[in-house]
């Protein structure tokens, strides 16, 4: 059993900064790659911030140069530090990982997401 859980959602004005944590936990045997999603009111989810288990990021071109996603394997843990936030930034954050449990299994594990609001 496996479990990611989101933090550092909230509400920011425009031009403000969030940092989000995303902490795995359970039988976890490895972790592979890790990410942020994100998904705004009345669009589809996309893809934020990927980042390997080598610690290489790519960003969608949307938050490129405002965000930064990073990770710490010993704490299983993935940040994302979110600087000139935009209204269009809005939405549910969701945390994903592919993770190897100790029984065996391999698979796509997702947060239950944490909310973002950026007023203007």
């Known amino acids: 059993q496996v479990q990611l859980v989101e933090s550092g959602g909230g509400l920011v004005q425009a031009g403000g900064s969030l940092r989000l944590s995303c902490t795995a936990s359970?039988?976890?045997?490895?972790?592979?790659?890790m990410g942020w999603y994100r998904q705004a009111p009345g669009k589809q989810r996309e893809l934020v911030a990927a980042?390997?288990?080598?610690?290489?990021?790519t960003y969608a071109d949307s938050v490129k140069g405002r965000f930064t996603g990073s990770r710490d394997n010993a704490k299983n843990t993935l940040y994302l530090q979110m600087n000139s936030l935009k209204p269009e930034d809005t939405g549910i954050y969701y945390c994903?990982?592919?993770?190897?449990?100790?029984?065996?299994?391999?698979?796509?594990?997702w947060g239950k997401g944490t909310l973002v609001t950026v007023s203007s």
């Open positions: 994903n990982a592919d993770i190897r449990t100790l029984g065996g299994r391999y698979g796509r594990n």
């Open positions: 359970g039988s976890i045997l490895s972790i592979n790659a």
């Open positions: 980042i390997s288990s080598g610690g290489t990021t």
